[in-house]
């Protein structure tokens, strides 16, 4: 083989690899992970104990107010109220993540339904592109991830104009293109980042 041929295949392997590598599609996993504010809490509502006005017993010496009936010490009331409270701030703190969610959601164009599964909320279907004799749907699924963390979950399918349905196994870029982007701004808005795939995360645990 004389050396002009070598050098012509080597060319013509490496614009067939190009050409190929330009036509592929983009794929990506069915799911990405939004990190969760750190200060994602609301204060902690005044309790009864701490609305309630001075007592007498309150205004009066420590030796005094121990020895008048029904008086208890000052640090058995506050244990339990810290107990209470740590209660209350996660129990908030979880409230609140899924009003920011469900708010995202609702301003990408995703009307949440009623689901069976604990913690997780999930959308309708909802049709991203038409092609005559097949279109492009999908569901959404968001459930925690850790503390700091929440994940969605995007179940893509083919519905056949002959009723057939078929599960797509990835997301491509024409996919994403119709709603992913709208998603993270949606989600950004409400305070909820985009930390993305593992793939894009490089190895960044998630807590």
Request: aromatic share 6%.
């Amino acid at each position: 083989m004389k050396p002009g041929d070598t050098t012509i295949g080597i060319v013509a392997a490496l614009a067939a690899v190009i050409f190929l590598a330009a036509c592929s599609p983009t794929l990506s996993p069915l799911y990405r992970d939004y990190r969760v504010p750190a200060s994602d809490s609301v204060e902690k509502p005044v309790s009864s104990v701490d609305a309630a006005p001075e007592s007498p017993a309150d205004s009066q010496p420590d030796s005094l107010a121990g020895s008048l009936p029904g008086s208890g010490s000052a640090s058995t009331g506050d244990s339990t109220d810290d107990a209470g409270g740590g209660t209350e701030t996660a129990s908030a703190r979880s409230a609140s993540v899924r009003d920011r969610i469900v708010a995202a959601l609702d301003d990408a164009g995703w009307d949440t339904v009623a689901t069976d599964l604990p913690h997780a909320i999930e959308t309708e279907e909802r049709v991203l592109s038409n092609w005559g004799i097949y279109r492009v749907g999908a569901s959404l699924q968001v459930t925690p991830l850790g503390r700091d963390h929440v994940r969605l979950y995007v179940h893509p399918y083919r519905k056949y104009f002959i009723g057939d349905k078929g599960k797509i196994m990835y997301l491509t870029g024409r996919i994403e293109s119709r709603f992913i982007p709208e998603l993270n701004e949606a989600f950004k808005k409400h305070g909820l980042e985009l930390a993305g795939t593992p793939f894009e995360r490089d190895g960044t645990e998630l807590r």
